[in-house]
């Protein structure tokens, strides 16, 4: 489908309640900057008030418990609006990606195969919708038990802004597969990015109700999703802190949640590893969003012997990244999210500094014609950082890097599990059975042997300790949207059971 060029801004994002759209009952918006040029508004959206959340879940709680349109039992329906979603998702990938660029500030040479990634993601997940087998056997009584999967209800989902489609996709997909019905508050920084996806979703013929959109205020929207009886699960993506405090409260209402969260993620080099495929590996993860990613490559843990060789590849590919706007084609790294995003990651390259650690290459804020209205920041790396400080500690989430040294492989696997948190990790070394003895050994959800964030749907993403609960992606992002229950039936057609005499004298 042809498209222009151009978008017309700023963007709008209303709320999706119940098959409408339609404005905030406030009356308000918010507006959201363009990262590259704060002169400008990328987005204007509708803010969603307390009674708009709970409008949209009893929209959905009723499109459930109702079975709109044969919604949970009809798996046909369903796969075909997956499928069909993924085909608008392809159609349209021109503008969706330059809406995501827009709003998140992600070079275009990456903003491009995250729609693809999203459109995967339906596709997959269309193909799983008409293959929830249960189980079944026969007791030696005749009895029988069917173990049914079923749906788990309404799903709550609060989204993240660093990379809009992928993660919704990867939320909504499997939760419409399994037959549930959706809330999604969609990360103030991209609503109209989350709401181009739902406005196509919405296209395939999906019945009211089933898929419901409300912009807003974590503190309103994201809290009446959370508190709300009527949502049977929380899924959310997000910042560690919050996501304790959202498990906190499901916990309260024994409600099912899952979570994605932060990350530290070690990337080990052994000595014998190729520098050079090992140091290119390390640079897509290191500054890909400009590091604005839970599983970037945020910590490298380099061999003392290849350490000079190896970093020195590193800071030379570094300095060839080119950091400007996100439209242009060639830039490779594009501006930090937001002013409060820049500050944080202004103060730990401070923090670095005044600690004593060793400035490779970056360290400052961007300036002149193409920088002085963004938020960019250069890409940066620290040197012999002590890995109990903060640096080595904390999720910075921008293109900060610590590299830390180590002299074999015991040392490695503890600095690789010395932090918080388990998202992700990466090794590298031309011993194979070594490679995967350390990868075992790595408590981390994804642990890459010889690459970097390579995050096929056909396999999970999710992490161990304080990364969060649950799998998204693959048959497990799946189960996250499911119950197994059993169904039970007599077969010995007898009135007076044997064990019933535990109880009735006849």
């Given at each position: 489908m042809a498209e222009s060029n151009e978008l017309v801004t700023p963007l709008y994002c209303p709320l999706i309640v119940n098959g409408e759209e339609g404005k905030a009952s406030s009356g308000k918006t918010f507006a959201r900057e363009n990262p590259a040029d704060v002169r400008r508004i990328a987005t204007h959206a509708e803010q969603g008030t307390q009674a708009d959340a709970r409008a949209a879940i009893d929209a959905a709680r009723t499109a459930f418990d109702s079975n709109v349109g044969n919604w949970i039992y009809n798996y046909k329906l369903r796969e075909q609006a997956l499928f069909r979603t993924a085909q608008l998702i392809r159609e349209h990938a021109d503008r969706l990606a330059r809406v995501v660029s827009l709003e998140v500030g992600m070079p275009m040479r990456q903003a491009v195969p995250h729609i693809a990634a999203s459109a995967d993601i339906f596709e997959f997940y269309a193909g799983l919708a008409g293959k929830l087998y249960g189980e079944s056997f026969t007791l030696p009584t005749g009895s029988m038990i069917n173990l049914v999967k079923e749906p788990v209800g309404v799903v709550g989902m609060i989204t993240p802004w660093n990379f809009p489609l992928t993660q919704t996709a990867r939320k909504v997909a499997p939760a419409l597969a399994a037959g549930c019905t959706i809330v999604i508050k969609p990360a103030s920084y991209t609503p109209a990015a989350t709401y181009e996806l739902v406005k196509l979703i919405q296209q395939t013929g999906l019945p009211k109700g089933v898929l419901n959109l409300v912009p807003?205020?974590?503190?309103?929207?994201?809290?009446?999703?959370?508190?709300?009886?009527?949502?049977?699960?929380?899924?959310?993506?997000g910042e560690t802190g919050t996501g304790k405090q959202i498990g906190a409260q499901a916990g309260m209402e024994v409600k099912r949640v899952s979570l994605e969260l932060g990350g530290k993620a070690p990337y080990v080099i052994f000595d014998d590893a190729d520098v050079d495929a090992a140091a290119r590996?390390?640079?897509?993860?290191?500054?890909?969003?400009?590091?604005?990613?839970?599983g970037a490559t945020t910590r490298l843990l380099v061999q003392e012997g290849i350490h000079e060789r190896f970093l020195a590849r590193v800071v030379d590919l570094t300095r060839k990244i080119e950091v400007g706007h996100p439209s242009n084609r060639s830039t490779d790294m594009g501006p930090l999210i937001s002013s409060n995003q820049e500050k944080?990651?202004?103060?730990?390259?401070?923090?670095?500094?005044?600690?004593?650690?060793?400035?490779?290459?970056?360290?400052?804020?961007?300036?002149?014609?193409?920088?002085?209205?963004?938020?960019y920041v250069e890409p940066t790396i620290f040197d012999r950082v002590d890995n109990s400080s903060r640096l080595g500690q904390e999720e910075i989430f921008g293109p900060v890097v610590?590299?830390?040294?180590?002299?074999?492989?015991?040392?490695?696997?503890?600095?690789?599990?010395?932090?918080?948190?388990?998202?992700?990790?990466?090794?590298?070394?031309?011993?194979?059975?070594?490679?995967?003895?350390?990868?075992?050994?790595?408590?981390?959800?994804?642990?890459?042997?010889?690459?970097?964030?390579?995050?096929?749907?056909?396999?999970?993403?999710?992490?161990?300790?304080?990364?969060?609960?649950?799998?998204?992606?693959?048959?497990?992002?799946?189960?996250?949207?499911?119950?197994?229950?059993?169904?039970?039936?007599d077969g010995t057609g007898l009135a007076m059971k044997p064990p019933y005499a535990q109880v009735i004298k006849d």
């Open positions: 807003g205020p974590g503190t309103v929207v994201g809290a009446e999703i959370i508190a709300n009886k009527k949502v049977d699960k929380i899924s959310f993506t590996a390390a640079i897509f993860g290191m500054f890909r969003n400009a590091g604005q990613a839970c944080v990651v202004q103060e730990f390259i401070q923090y670095g500094v005044d600690q004593g650690f060793k400035l490779l290459t970056g360290g400052h804020k961007l300036s002149g014609d193409a920088y002085d209205h963004g938020y610590a590299v830390t040294t180590f002299r074999d492989e015991a040392e490695a696997i503890a600095l690789a599990n010395d932090v918080d948190f388990g998202l992700v990790a990466g090794v590298w070394s031309a011993d194979y059975p070594r490679a995967m003895r350390v990868a075992r050994r790595i408590r981390a959800g994804t642990v890459w042997i010889w690459d970097n964030y390579a995050q096929p749907v056909e396999g999970i993403w999710g992490g161990y300790k304080q990364s969060g609960m649950g799998r998204e992606l693959g048959y497990h992002g799946l189960n996250d949207f499911l119950e197994v229950k059993q169904i039970f039936t």
